[in-house]
Protein backbone atom coordinates (compact mmCIF):
# COMPACT_ATOMS: atom_id res chain seq x y z
CA UNK A 1 0.00 0.00 0.00
CA UNK A 2 2.25 2.46 1.08
CA UNK A 3 4.65 1.69 -1.69
CA UNK A 4 1.53 2.43 -4.05
CA UNK A 5 1.49 5.58 -2.07
CA UNK A 6 4.92 6.41 -2.65
CA UNK A 7 5.36 5.64 -6.65
CA UNK A 8 1.49 7.36 -7.08
CA UNK A 9 3.05 10.68 -5.54
CA UNK A 10 6.37 10.47 -7.09
CA UNK A 11 4.17 10.80 -10.50
CA UNK A 12 1.91 13.49 -9.38
CA UNK A 13 4.73 15.58 -8.21
CA UNK A 14 6.62 15.02 -11.38
CA UNK A 15 3.72 15.85 -13.39
CA UNK A 16 2.15 18.32 -11.70
CA UNK A 17 5.24 19.75 -10.15
CA UNK A 18 3.81 20.08 -6.85
CA UNK A 19 5.51 20.14 -3.57
CA UNK A 20 5.49 16.40 -2.21
CA UNK A 21 4.05 17.40 1.14
CA UNK A 22 1.19 19.14 -0.98
CA UNK A 23 0.45 15.43 -2.51
CA UNK A 24 -2.01 14.12 0.62
CA UNK A 25 -4.72 11.58 0.58
CA UNK A 26 -7.72 13.66 0.33
CA UNK A 27 -5.92 16.04 -2.43
CA UNK A 28 -8.18 16.71 -5.36
CA UNK A 29 -5.87 16.84 -8.69
CA UNK A 30 -7.97 19.49 -9.99
CA UNK A 31 -8.90 21.71 -7.13
CA UNK A 32 -5.63 21.23 -5.52
CA UNK A 33 -2.91 20.15 -7.24
CA UNK A 34 -3.66 22.59 -9.82
CA UNK A 35 -4.30 20.63 -12.90
CA UNK A 36 -6.37 20.92 -15.88
CA UNK A 37 -8.43 17.97 -17.70
CA UNK A 38 -6.01 17.43 -19.88
CA UNK A 39 -3.16 16.51 -16.55
CA UNK A 40 -5.53 14.38 -15.39
CA UNK A 41 -5.61 12.42 -18.23
CA UNK A 42 -1.99 12.27 -18.78
CA UNK A 43 -2.05 11.01 -14.82
CA UNK A 44 -3.54 8.30 -15.90
CA UNK A 45 -1.51 7.36 -18.55
CA UNK A 46 1.07 7.42 -16.32
CA UNK A 47 -0.51 5.20 -13.63
CA UNK A 48 -0.91 2.95 -16.62
CA UNK A 49 2.52 2.79 -17.49
CA UNK A 50 4.42 2.37 -14.34
CA UNK A 51 1.79 -0.16 -12.70
CA UNK A 52 0.98 -2.14 -15.69
CA UNK A 53 -2.76 -1.89 -15.82
CA UNK A 54 -5.54 -0.58 -17.97
CA UNK A 55 -7.51 1.99 -16.33
CA UNK A 56 -11.13 2.18 -18.66
CA UNK A 57 -12.57 5.85 -19.30
CA UNK A 58 -15.37 5.47 -16.81
CA UNK A 59 -13.03 4.71 -13.96
CA UNK A 60 -10.50 7.07 -14.54
CA UNK A 61 -13.33 9.70 -14.71
CA UNK A 62 -13.63 8.45 -10.81
CA UNK A 63 -9.94 9.35 -10.12
CA UNK A 64 -10.24 13.05 -8.67
CA UNK A 65 -8.18 12.46 -5.99
CA UNK A 66 -4.66 11.21 -5.14
CA UNK A 67 -6.52 8.99 -2.28
CA UNK A 68 -8.46 7.29 -5.56
CA UNK A 69 -5.60 7.25 -7.17
CA UNK A 70 -3.96 5.12 -4.62
CA UNK A 71 -6.89 2.72 -4.18
CA UNK A 72 -8.07 2.17 -7.61
CA UNK A 73 -4.55 1.20 -8.11
CA UNK A 74 -3.94 -0.83 -4.38
CA UNK A 75 -7.09 -3.04 -6.12
CA UNK A 76 -6.61 -3.39 -9.56
CA UNK A 77 -2.75 -4.18 -9.28
CA UNK B 1 12.64 23.36 -46.99
CA UNK B 2 10.84 21.11 -44.41
CA UNK B 3 12.77 18.68 -42.60
CA UNK B 4 10.79 15.79 -40.76
CA UNK B 5 13.30 13.11 -40.68
CA UNK B 6 12.47 10.71 -37.47
CA UNK B 7 8.79 11.43 -37.70
CA UNK B 8 5.98 9.27 -38.78
CA UNK B 9 3.02 9.72 -40.96
CA UNK B 10 -0.20 7.88 -41.11
CA UNK B 11 -1.88 9.06 -44.34
CA UNK B 12 -5.68 7.62 -45.36
CA UNK B 13 -6.88 7.55 -48.75
CA UNK B 14 -2.87 6.62 -49.83
CA UNK B 15 -4.30 5.12 -52.96
CA UNK B 16 -6.16 8.49 -54.49
CA UNK B 17 -4.49 10.96 -56.01
CA UNK B 18 -4.06 13.44 -53.67
CA UNK B 19 -2.93 11.26 -50.60
CA UNK B 20 -0.51 9.36 -53.14
CA UNK B 21 0.87 12.75 -53.32
CA UNK B 22 0.94 13.71 -49.84
CA UNK B 23 2.41 10.14 -49.19
CA UNK B 24 5.10 11.10 -51.77
CA UNK B 25 5.78 14.33 -50.32
CA UNK B 26 5.58 13.67 -46.18
CA UNK B 27 8.45 10.85 -47.45
CA UNK B 28 10.54 13.22 -49.56
CA UNK B 29 10.87 15.46 -46.60
CA UNK B 30 12.18 12.18 -44.75
CA UNK B 31 9.20 11.12 -43.02
CA UNK B 32 8.16 7.30 -42.55
CA UNK B 33 4.60 6.70 -44.14
CA UNK B 34 2.20 4.45 -43.07
CA UNK B 35 -0.14 4.16 -46.58
CA UNK B 36 -3.79 3.65 -45.60
CA UNK B 37 -6.42 2.62 -47.71
CA UNK B 38 -9.46 0.43 -48.77
CA UNK B 39 -7.72 -1.12 -52.09
CA UNK B 40 -3.85 -3.14 -51.06
CA UNK B 41 -2.96 -2.88 -54.61
CA UNK B 42 -2.34 0.80 -55.56
CA UNK B 43 -1.01 1.07 -51.76
CA UNK B 44 1.79 -1.58 -52.36
CA UNK B 45 2.72 0.07 -55.71
CA UNK B 46 3.08 3.02 -53.68
CA UNK B 47 5.25 2.00 -51.00
CA UNK B 48 7.51 -0.34 -53.67
CA UNK B 49 7.85 3.29 -55.49
CA UNK B 50 9.04 4.69 -52.33
CA UNK B 51 11.51 2.55 -50.91
CA UNK B 52 12.11 2.17 -47.72
CA UNK B 53 10.29 4.24 -45.05
CA UNK B 54 6.75 2.89 -46.49
CA UNK B 55 4.05 0.75 -44.68
CA UNK B 56 1.36 -0.49 -46.08
CA UNK B 57 -1.61 -0.15 -43.82
CA UNK B 58 -5.11 -1.68 -44.98
CA UNK B 59 -8.01 -0.08 -43.56
CA UNK B 60 -12.12 0.31 -44.02
CA UNK B 61 -13.32 3.16 -42.88
CA UNK B 62 -16.69 2.45 -42.62
CA UNK B 63 -15.25 -0.25 -40.60
CA UNK B 64 -15.66 1.17 -36.73
CA UNK B 65 -13.55 -1.42 -35.33
CA UNK B 66 -10.78 -1.57 -37.84
CA UNK B 67 -10.41 2.44 -37.89
CA UNK B 68 -10.01 1.79 -34.15
CA UNK B 69 -7.32 -0.58 -34.58
CA UNK B 70 -5.61 1.22 -37.10
CA UNK B 71 -3.58 4.15 -35.08
CA UNK B 72 -2.12 0.61 -33.42
CA UNK B 73 -0.79 -1.00 -36.14
CA UNK B 74 0.59 1.97 -37.44
CA UNK B 75 2.31 2.49 -34.61
CA UNK B 76 3.37 -0.95 -34.01
CA UNK B 77 5.02 -0.79 -37.29
CA UNK B 78 6.69 1.89 -37.49
CA UNK B 79 7.20 3.20 -33.90
CA UNK B 80 4.86 5.93 -33.62
CA UNK B 81 2.61 8.17 -35.10
CA UNK B 82 3.76 11.88 -35.16
CA UNK B 83 1.75 13.24 -38.11
CA UNK B 84 -2.02 12.15 -39.13
CA UNK B 85 -3.23 13.06 -42.04
CA UNK B 86 -7.14 12.41 -42.72
CA UNK B 87 -7.38 12.21 -46.25
CA UNK B 88 -9.65 9.82 -47.08
CA UNK B 89 -13.17 10.89 -48.18
CA UNK B 90 -16.31 9.59 -50.34
CA UNK B 91 -19.00 11.51 -52.15
CA UNK B 92 -22.70 10.02 -52.45
CA UNK B 93 -23.70 13.02 -54.59
CA UNK B 94 -27.81 13.13 -54.74
CA UNK B 95 -30.02 16.60 -54.61
CA UNK B 96 -31.65 16.84 -50.70
CA UNK B 97 -34.94 15.99 -51.40
CA UNK B 98 -34.07 12.88 -52.46
CA UNK B 99 -30.65 12.47 -50.33
CA UNK B 100 -31.49 8.82 -48.50
CA UNK B 101 -30.36 8.54 -44.60
CA UNK B 102 -27.88 6.07 -46.16
CA UNK B 103 -26.29 8.33 -48.77
CA UNK B 104 -26.03 10.67 -45.78
CA UNK B 105 -25.14 8.57 -42.91
CA UNK B 106 -22.25 6.90 -44.77
CA UNK B 107 -20.51 10.22 -45.98
CA UNK B 108 -20.97 10.98 -42.59
CA UNK B 109 -19.19 8.17 -41.00
CA UNK B 110 -16.23 7.90 -43.80
CA UNK B 111 -15.49 11.07 -43.54
CA UNK B 112 -16.25 12.66 -40.02
CA UNK B 113 -16.72 9.64 -37.36
CA UNK B 114 -13.39 8.03 -39.11
CA UNK B 115 -11.78 11.02 -38.66
CA UNK B 116 -12.75 11.76 -34.90
CA UNK B 117 -11.96 8.01 -34.52
CA UNK B 118 -8.20 8.62 -36.06
CA UNK B 119 -7.78 11.85 -33.85
CA UNK B 120 -8.65 9.85 -30.58
CA UNK B 121 -6.59 6.81 -31.52
CA UNK B 122 -3.49 9.08 -31.69
CA UNK B 123 -3.40 11.56 -29.90
CA UNK B 124 -2.50 10.01 -26.15
CA UNK B 125 0.74 9.30 -28.20
CA UNK B 126 1.47 12.56 -29.70
CA UNK B 127 0.66 14.20 -25.57
CA UNK B 128 3.03 11.89 -24.33
CA UNK B 129 5.83 13.29 -26.91
CA UNK B 130 4.87 16.47 -26.49
CA UNK B 131 4.48 16.94 -30.55
CA UNK B 132 2.23 16.06 -32.89
CA UNK B 133 0.81 17.23 -36.01
CA UNK B 134 -2.88 16.79 -37.12
CA UNK B 135 -4.06 17.58 -40.63
CA UNK B 136 -7.45 16.95 -41.77
CA UNK B 137 -8.40 17.71 -45.16
CA UNK B 138 -11.73 19.43 -45.66
CA UNK B 139 -12.87 20.61 -49.05
CA UNK B 140 -14.16 24.71 -50.14
CA UNK B 141 -17.30 22.70 -50.58
CA UNK B 142 -17.55 22.73 -46.55
CA UNK B 143 -16.85 26.43 -46.53
CA UNK B 144 -19.35 27.18 -49.59
CA UNK B 145 -21.77 24.24 -50.20
CA UNK B 146 -22.47 23.12 -53.58
CA UNK B 147 -25.57 21.59 -54.52
CA UNK B 148 -25.74 17.93 -54.42
CA UNK B 149 -23.42 17.75 -51.90
CA UNK B 150 -25.64 18.18 -48.64
CA UNK B 151 -24.18 15.28 -47.49
CA UNK B 152 -20.24 15.60 -48.43
CA UNK B 153 -20.46 19.57 -47.26
CA UNK B 154 -21.67 18.37 -43.85
CA UNK B 155 -19.06 16.48 -43.51
CA UNK B 156 -16.42 18.57 -44.52
CA UNK B 157 -17.83 21.68 -42.32
CA UNK B 158 -17.81 19.29 -39.80
CA UNK B 159 -14.21 18.52 -39.96
CA UNK B 160 -13.15 21.85 -39.01
CA UNK B 161 -15.31 22.57 -36.03
CA UNK B 162 -14.26 19.58 -34.86
CA UNK B 163 -10.70 20.42 -35.72
CA UNK B 164 -10.42 23.61 -33.92
CA UNK B 165 -12.12 22.42 -30.93
CA UNK B 166 -9.54 19.51 -30.67
CA UNK B 167 -6.95 22.25 -31.69
CA UNK B 168 -7.74 24.31 -28.28
CA UNK B 169 -7.66 20.88 -25.92
CA UNK B 170 -4.14 19.71 -27.03
CA UNK B 171 -2.28 22.83 -27.95
CA UNK B 172 -0.73 23.35 -24.74
CA UNK B 173 0.76 19.77 -25.71
CA UNK B 174 2.81 20.76 -28.96
CA UNK B 175 0.06 19.10 -30.57
CA UNK B 176 -1.39 21.31 -33.40
CA UNK B 177 -4.59 20.61 -35.71
CA UNK B 178 -5.21 21.93 -38.63
CA UNK B 179 -7.58 21.89 -41.65
CA UNK B 180 -6.25 22.16 -45.71
CA UNK B 181 -9.24 22.70 -47.76
CA UNK B 182 -9.08 22.12 -51.49
CA UNK B 183 -10.86 23.36 -54.43
CA UNK B 184 -10.81 21.27 -57.90
CA UNK B 185 -8.23 19.19 -57.93
CA UNK B 186 -6.76 17.29 -60.99
CA UNK B 187 -7.99 13.59 -60.05
CA UNK B 188 -9.53 10.47 -61.57
CA UNK B 189 -12.71 11.79 -60.10
CA UNK B 190 -12.38 15.41 -62.03
CA UNK B 191 -11.28 13.60 -65.17
CA UNK B 192 -14.56 11.80 -65.87
CA UNK B 193 -15.70 15.74 -66.38
CA UNK B 194 -16.50 16.22 -70.02
CA UNK B 195 -15.16 19.73 -71.70
CA UNK B 196 -18.69 21.62 -70.73
CA UNK B 197 -18.53 20.96 -67.14
CA UNK B 198 -14.42 21.67 -66.81
CA UNK B 199 -15.43 25.53 -68.68
CA UNK B 200 -17.98 25.62 -66.48
CA UNK B 201 -15.50 25.33 -63.41
CA UNK B 202 -12.68 27.08 -64.79
CA UNK B 203 -15.13 30.25 -65.25
CA UNK B 204 -14.98 30.77 -61.48
CA UNK B 205 -11.78 30.04 -60.68
CA UNK B 206 -9.49 33.20 -60.65
CA UNK B 207 -6.12 30.97 -61.88
CA UNK B 208 -7.96 29.66 -64.83
CA UNK B 209 -7.39 25.71 -64.24
CA UNK B 210 -7.57 23.40 -62.07
CA UNK B 211 -5.11 22.63 -59.01
CA UNK B 212 -2.73 19.88 -58.61
CA UNK B 213 -1.86 17.01 -55.90
CA UNK B 214 1.31 18.22 -55.19
CA UNK B 215 -0.42 21.58 -54.65
CA UNK B 216 -2.58 20.24 -51.62
CA UNK B 217 0.77 17.86 -50.33
CA UNK B 218 2.85 21.26 -50.19
CA UNK B 219 0.19 22.87 -47.82
CA UNK B 220 -0.06 19.58 -46.04
CA UNK B 221 3.49 19.81 -45.81
CA UNK B 222 3.94 22.95 -44.50
CA UNK B 223 1.16 22.41 -41.72
CA UNK B 224 3.57 19.18 -40.46
CA UNK B 225 6.41 20.59 -40.27
CA UNK B 226 8.11 21.61 -36.98
CA UNK B 227 8.04 25.59 -38.48
CA UNK B 228 4.20 25.72 -38.63
CA UNK B 229 4.52 24.83 -34.73
CA UNK B 230 2.70 28.31 -34.03
CA UNK B 231 -0.01 27.21 -36.49
CA UNK B 232 -3.24 25.41 -35.26
CA UNK B 233 -6.75 25.63 -35.37
CA UNK B 234 -6.65 27.09 -39.20
CA UNK B 235 -7.96 26.16 -42.28
CA UNK B 236 -5.43 26.24 -45.35
CA UNK B 237 -7.59 27.15 -48.57
CA UNK B 238 -5.67 25.94 -51.45
CA UNK B 239 -8.48 26.66 -54.43
CA UNK B 240 -7.27 28.93 -56.97
CA UNK B 241 -8.89 31.66 -55.50
CA UNK B 242 -12.50 30.25 -56.63
CA UNK B 243 -13.12 31.05 -52.60
CA UNK B 244 -11.32 33.65 -51.08
CA UNK B 245 -12.04 33.04 -47.40
Redesign the interface.
Known amino acids: MSDVADRVRKIVVEHLGVEEDKVVEGASFIDDLGADSLDTVELVMAFEEEFGIEIPDDAAETIQSFGDAVKFISEAA | MFDLTGKNALVTGASGGIGGAIAKSLHEAGATVGLSGTRVEPLEALASELGDRAHVLPCNLSDAEAVTALPKSAADSMGSVDILVNNAGITRDNIFLRMSDEEWASVLEVNLTSTMRLCKGVI?GM??SRWGRIVNISSVVGATGNPGQANYAASKAGMVGMSKSIAY??A??GITVNCVAPGFITTAMTDKLNDDQKSGILGQIPAGRMGEADEIAAAVLYLSSAEAGYVTGTTLHVNGGMAML
Do not use: P
Open positions: RMKEVSR
